[in-house]
C-alpha cells in the first residue's frame, strides 16, 4: 500500500513503480559505472534506496548509500562515505583501517588539511595528508568483500562546492581524478564494486563547463523521467486505495491535466491537498476540488521553496539571483521567452557580449538539466505547470 509522502524520499511499501528502471540500474550497473540523471524531484534518492534494498536480498551482495549534499569540502566527503560504509555490517573490516591512521586524524581535526590553490600545487609532495587521506580511502574500498553497489547522492553540488572554493578548478580536477581512479580500478580487474552517480544538476553539464570531461567519461549515464500517464494513474489509485479517497477516473485525468509533468512528488503533493478536501467535505471528489487543491498548494509553497533556496545552494548568491531573474521572466508566459529576451536581462550586469552569452548558456543549461525549464524552438518555457504557477505569483 502507497503512503501519501510528499518531500522526504520514500522506501518500502510507500515506493511506487520504477520497475523498468531498478532492472535497467541492475543490468547496466553490472557492466559499467552510472551516472543517474533526472531534475529534482523526480525520485532519483527513493529510487536508489530500491536499489540498496533489492541489491542487499542478493547473496553475496552489498550496497552503501552515500549523499554528499552536507560536504563542505573533501574531508566532508570523507566523512560521509566513512559513516556510510561504517553503518554497513559487512564493510566493518575495511573501514576499521579507515578509523586508523591519517585518514582518521584528519576526519578529528587533529591533521589539518588547509587546501588553497597553493597547497594543491604542492599536493605531490609526499607528506600530503589529504594525499594520504584519499589513497588510505581507496584501498579500503578496493578491500571491501564481495560485490557492492555504492550510490552516491548529488555528487554535483559537492563537485560545484569545490569549484566555488577554487575557481579555477584545481581541487575539482584533482578529487574528480582520484574518483575516477577509485572506479577504473575495478574495471581493470574484475569488477565488484559498481558506482551509481546520482544528483539533480547533470556532472555531465557541470563537467563539460569546467573542462573537468575527461574525468568522468567512463560513466554510462541512465535518465530518470517523469511516470507515464498510465503509470500516473496507477499511483493516483494506488494512493486513493490507501486512504480510503474515492477519485473518479475524470478526477484523476484533471489531476494529471493540471500537474501536466507527472513527476511522483507533484502527483503526491497534490492529492495530499485534495486528501485534506476530502476530509473537510467528507464527499466524493470533484473536478472543482482539483482546482481548489491547486491553489492551496501554491497558496502555502511550502513544497515549492525548496525549488528556489536549492538555487543558492548550487549556484551561489550571485548566479542564483541572476536565475531566479530569468525564471521569473519565464514564468510569465506560459509560452516561455526566448533566448534573445533573456540575454538582454542579462545585459544589465553582464556588458561584454561573449561573457553575456556564456553565461546565460550555462544557466539555462542548469535550469533545464535541473528540471525547470524546458527548450521549445527559440523559447525556454517551464517544465512544471506548478512550478511556473509558483513561480509566478512570488517573483514575476
Ligand atoms: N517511486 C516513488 N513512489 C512514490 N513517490 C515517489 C517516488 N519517487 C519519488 N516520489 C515522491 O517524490 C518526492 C521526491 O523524491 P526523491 O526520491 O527525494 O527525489 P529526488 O532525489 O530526485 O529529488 C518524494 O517525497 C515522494 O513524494
Ligand atoms: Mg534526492
Known amino acids: 500500500m502507497v503512503a501519501n509522502i510528499v518531500g522526504r524520499a520514500v522506501q518500502g511499501e510507500d515506493f511506487f513503480d520504477r520497475v523498468e528502471e531498478l532492472q535497467k ?22 529510487l536508489l534506496h530500491r536499489l540498496a534494498t533489492v541489491t542487499r536480498e542478493a547473496a553475496g551482495w552489498s550496497a552503501a548509500y552515500c549523499s554528499v549534499e552536507d560536504a563542505a569540502d573533501e574531508v566532508g566527503f570523507l566523512r560521509s562515505l566513512t559513516e556510510a560504509l561504517e553503518a554497513i555490517p559487512a564493510a566493518k573490516p575495511s573501514v576499521k583501517k579507515l578509523r586508523k591512521g591519517r585518514l582518521d586524524k584528519i576526519l578529528q581535526g587533529i591533521d589539518r588539511v588547509k587546501l588553497g590553490p597553493l597547497e594543491v600545487a604542492r599536493s605531490h609532495a609526499n607528506d600530503d595528508p589529504l594525499d594520504d587521506a584519499l589513497r588510505q580511502m581507496r584501498a579500503a574500498l578496493k578491500d571491501l568483500p564481495g560485490h557492492w553497489y555504492l550510490l552516491l547522492d548529488e555528487l554535483p553540488l559537492f563537485v560545484l562546492r569545490l569549484l566555488q ?8 580536477r584533482r578529487f574528480l581524478q582520484w574518483f575516477r581512479r577509485v572506479r577504473q580500478n ?7 564494486l559498481h558506482w551509481v552517480l546520482a544528483g539533480s544538476i547533470g556532472l555531465d553539464t557541470v563537467a563539460e563547463r569546467y573542462a573537468l570531461t575527461d574525468t568522468i567519461n567512463d560513466l554510462q549515464i541512465v535518465r530518470l523521467g517523469p511516470f507515464t500517464e498510465p503509470t500516473a494513474h496507477a499511483f493516483l489509485q494506488a494512493l486513493s486505495l490507501h486512504h480510503k479517497v474515492t477519485l473518479s477516473e475524470d478526477v484523476a485525468r484533471a489531476i494529471c491535466a493540471r500537474v501536466g509533468w507527472l513527476i511522483p512528488h507533484h502527483l503526491q503533493a497534490l492529492f495530499s491537498e485534495l486528501r485534506a478536501i476530502h476530509r473537510e467535505a467528507g464527499c466524493t471528489l470533484t473536478l472543482d476540488d482539483v482546482g481548489t487543491a491547486f491553489s492551496r498548494l501554491l497558496d502555502q509553497s511550502l513544497h515549492f521553496d525548496f525549488w528556489q533556496q536549492r538555487l543558492d545552494k548550487e549556484l551561489g548568491a550571485q548566479r542564483a539571483r541572476r536565475a531566479r531573474d530569468l525564471l521569473g521572466y519565464c514564468a510569465q508566459d506560459p509560452n516561455g ?12 550586469e553582464l556588458q561584454d557580449t561573449a ?13 533545464k538539466s535541473d528540471g525547470y525549464l524546458r527548450e521549445e524552438g527559440e523559447r525556454w518555457v517551464f517544465r512544471s505547470h506548478l512550478l511556473r504557477e509558483y513561480w509566478m505569483r512570488k517573483y514575476a
Do not use: F
Open 355 to 367: 561573457d553575456r552569452a556564456r553565461e546565460l548558456r550555462w544557466l539555462l543549461k542548469v535550469l
Open 186 to 192: 575495478e574495471v581493470d580487474s574484475v569488477m565488484t
Open 25 to 46: 540500474l541492475k543490468e547496466e550497473g553490472l557492466r559499467q559505472h552510472l551516472l543517474l540523471l533526472a531534475p529534482r524531484r523526480v525520485g532519483k534518492t527513493s
Open 337 to 348: 521567452a526566448t533566448t534573445t529576451t533573456l540575454e538582454l536581462l542579462l545585459g544589465k
Open 165 to 172: 572554493l577554487d575557481a579555477d578548478g584545481a581541487r575539482a
